[in-house]
């Protein structure tokens, strides 16, 4: 049986269910760990699962923040150093990762915090996270305010990226299955994939074919 | 071993590989289709992997549009008509979805073109995708133009909500896993997932636990 829920039956919701049931609409979930520094040097660390993709050429990725949430200082913290790192969340690091919500107070580092390592690399100001396997600083590029739910489009260029080697394909599709990032739905519910298969480009009366996945020599 | 790639390497690249390899960059996608119709009942589908959820209350999800792809008929429909349907993508229709994305001419629906079934519920203007489980009907709210590679994020409202009766938890979490969506990674990779565990909502000090998953009676 399928079930119909309109808008006023949604916002009719008792608050809690109605973001369980509204966040797992948009389906699964890109979701990573964004590291900042103020510049002082504190550190800090927050999971997020509204990352999109906006463009290849520059290579540019966004995420929506909540100024009034526990996010607030990855948001103060990318704008006063103009860079941060995203990192893959992985299956061995998906619980420590989730713990990086808790509201812990302000001079507490989300690292030390969940045991999660800091790590700099080639001369880039904020901490990638040392145990995810797909990482990128990120330069700062545009905040674009949302009026109509006061949230924040957070747009950034890729600087650095790293993976790991052997999850290179010949045609630079990067596997992430292999590489073992997840994915999320809804607030709390964490996912690992498995391939059903690449298909080839769409065009108009050709047939679709599986494209075999054959990594870099 | 890690590779590291550096903004310049990634520019340096060829661009059908700069494209492959940035669109994994970003992690696992929220892939679906949406459904549009113009002022003369003329129907459209297109899959998009740039869906982002923005707020629970109202409920609001975005999606980025590239005015020059074929996306062209799916932005003007939803211009001239103020509403769409996202309809997520599931095993059975994945290869019917990735179709999609060929160049049909103007006037061939790709509802038609690739075998799926427009269904039309609770007088919505747009078509719903018969074949999915989880569908919304979505009241377009906002147009924001992104100036720096001239993309374009449009922002609606969940009106309608259909999914699986089965699939919902006593906690309003909504079980896409046994909906069958998939997620998708680049440009074609398709993949179905395996739940890990959902978490508990995370507080200092407090470990985490398993949330079992329990469906309404």
């Given at each position: 049986m399928e079930t119909h829920l309109s808008f006023n039956d949604l916002m009719a919701l008792e608050k809690q269910q109605r973001t369980n049931l509204v966040n797992s609409t948009g389906g699964f979930k890109s979701v990573s760990l964004i590291g900042t520094v103020d510049k002082s040097g504190n550190t800090n660390l927050a999971i997020f699962s509204s990352i999109v993709h906006i463009g290849a050429s520059p290579p540019l990725i966004a995420f929506i923040v909540r100024p009034d949430s526990v996010d607030r200082h990855t948001l103060s913290n990318i704008l006063e150093t103009g860079c941060y790192t995203i990192n893959h969340l992985n299956e061995?690091?998906?619980?420590?990762?989730?713990?990086?919500?808790?509201?812990?107070?302000?001079?507490?580092?989300?690292?030390?915090?969940?045991?999660?390592?800091?790590?700099?690399?080639?001369?880039?100001?904020?901490?990638?996270?040392?145990?995810?396997?797909?990482q990128l600083g990120m330069q700062f590029r545009e905040r674009v305010d949302l009026s109509i739910n006061g949230t924040i489009l957070i747009i950034g260029q890729i600087d650095h990226l790293y993976f790991p080697e052997n999850c290179l394909c010949d045609d630079a599709f990067l596997d992430l299955e292999k590489a073992n990032t997840i994915t999320c739905s809804g607030l709390d519910s964490y996912h690992s994939t498995r391939r059903l298969e690449r298909l080839s480009y769409a065009k108009p009366d050709k047939e679709l074919v599986s494209i075999p996945i054959k990594y870099r020599e």
């Open positions: 061995t690091i998906y619980r420590k990762g989730h713990q990086t919500s808790a509201r812990y107070p302000g001079e507490i580092s989300e690292f030390a915090a969940v045991g999660l390592t800091a790590a700099y690399k080639d001369d880039f100001l904020a901490p990638f996270v040392k145990e995810s396997y797909v």
